[in-house]
């Protein structure tokens, strides 16, 4: 029997920052992934304390943001590799009143960091944008796919610290305040499997809401874009001239399939920012696991409290998982309870 003080299941962004409070708090865990590409792999990556449609603060940013800078600092530096690039958003501005609202929004306390009083003019011929552009400072694109692959290769170094395989929930026992899946015991499983709970029968039915989501990666060698770009849609820089735009949103679709309606959609809010040519050459999906509330889900139910979830992380991931593996962390260790606001037991009231 293998022995250790937790499990993990799924390895996007919110089992390795679970991973990390355990290797913080010298923790013993295994990790079992199946290695598909969950939400995180595809990710936009922008890390974005801001709500640029409506230019407010993002829920609760005040509390998250300085926990998340300084968490993906510490992991860069733990890993060796950049995975977290300081990187300006610039928002086009579509009217004067834009314009008026930004300044507005740029003097109030939660935003003064963020919102630049600036504004700044378009210099790049490529990119359509007579009112100007407000300038989002705090941000950053998070290079995802690296991260999940050296975090991976980090955890296949230590021994017995990941598995790739499927979870199979049927396995799992439990007995005297332990937890048992195969021949690994444990004091508790941490669940972090995505919009792909919903296949776990310990998980309360439709408390996940799976809100898919399309990119459209495009080269376009005259696009000359360093910052991240928010007209309609996003453009993100991947270097060497390719750009990621989007992403759609198809709420209660669980499906991976790429649609020609996202494309269409896609293409017609960036022609209305970009006017170089550009070629297309993927279209991928994911899907965000988005709650009714729109608040993440943590903790565990009564009838088995040492079967605990960390979900319910919607479009904010990264911003958010620092601080809530913190709070999950102090609740699964040393039983600090959870704010209802973002507990799971809330999900008891929902139809
Ligand atoms: C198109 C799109 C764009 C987005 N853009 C942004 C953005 O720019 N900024 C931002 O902050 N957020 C963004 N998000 C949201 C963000 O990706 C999510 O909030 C976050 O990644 C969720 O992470 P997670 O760890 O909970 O789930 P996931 O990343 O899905 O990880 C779960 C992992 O568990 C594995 N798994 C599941 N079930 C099992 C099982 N039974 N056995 C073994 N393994 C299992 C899965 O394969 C997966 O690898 C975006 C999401 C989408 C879909």
Request: aromatic share 12%.
């Amino acid at each position: 029997m293998i022995e250790k003080d937790y499990i993990i299941v799924g390895l996007g962004i919110a089992g390795i920052s679970f991973c990390e409070q355990l290797q913080k708090h010298g923790k013993s865990f295994i990790v079992i992934d199946n290695g598909e590409e969950g939400s995180t792999a595809k990710s936009g990556g922008v890390f974005n304390p801001t709500v640029l449609k409506r230019f407010t603060a993002a829920w609760n940013a005040s509390a998250f943001f300085p926990v998340a800078v300084d968490f993906y600092h510490r992991l860069s530096e733990k890993l060796q590799e950049k995975i977290f690039v300081e990187t300006p958003i610039l928002r086009i501005f579509k009217s004067i009143e834009e314009q008026n609202n930004w300044t507005v929004a740029s003097d109030k306390r939660e935003l003064q960091d963020f919102l630049s009083s600036i504004f700044l003019k378009s210099t790049n011929t490529a990119v359509e944008a007579p009112f100007g552009f407000g300038e989002v400072l705090g941000t950053a694109q998070i290079h995802a796919n690296n991260l999940l692959s050296y975090y991976r290769n980090h955890l296949k170094d230590q021994e017995a610290a990941i598995l790739t395989e499927e979870f199979q929930y049927t396995r799992i026992q439990q007995k005297e305040n332990k937890v048992f899946y195969k021949n690994i015991s444990a004091k508790k499983i941490i669940f972090t499997e995505g919009s792909k709970v919903i296949d776990n029968p310990f998980f309360p039915k439709k408390a996940i809401i799976g809100n898919k989501g399309e990119y459209l990666t495009i080269k376009a060698p005259l696009l000359k874009l360093e910052v991240l770009l928010k007209g309609s849609m996003y453009v993100i820089p991947l270097g060497n001239d390719a750009y990621k735009i989007g992403a759609t949103y198809s709420r209660d679709d669980y499906s991976l399939n790429s649609t020609d309606e996202a494309r269409e959609e896609i293409l017609s809010k960036v022609k209305s920012f970009i006017n170089c040519p550009f070629e297309v050459i993927e279209q991928t999906t994911g899907v965000r696991p988005t709650t009714k509330d729109h608040r993440p889900l943590l903790g565990s139910l009564d009838e088995n409290p040492n079967l605990v979830f960390f979900n319910g992380l919607g479009s904010r991931g990264f911003l958010m998982v620092p601080l809530l593996s913190e709070i999950l962390y102090d609740y699964a260790e040393n039983d600090i309870p959870i704010a209802k606001e973002i507990g799971i037991q809330r999900t008891s009231r929902w139809k």
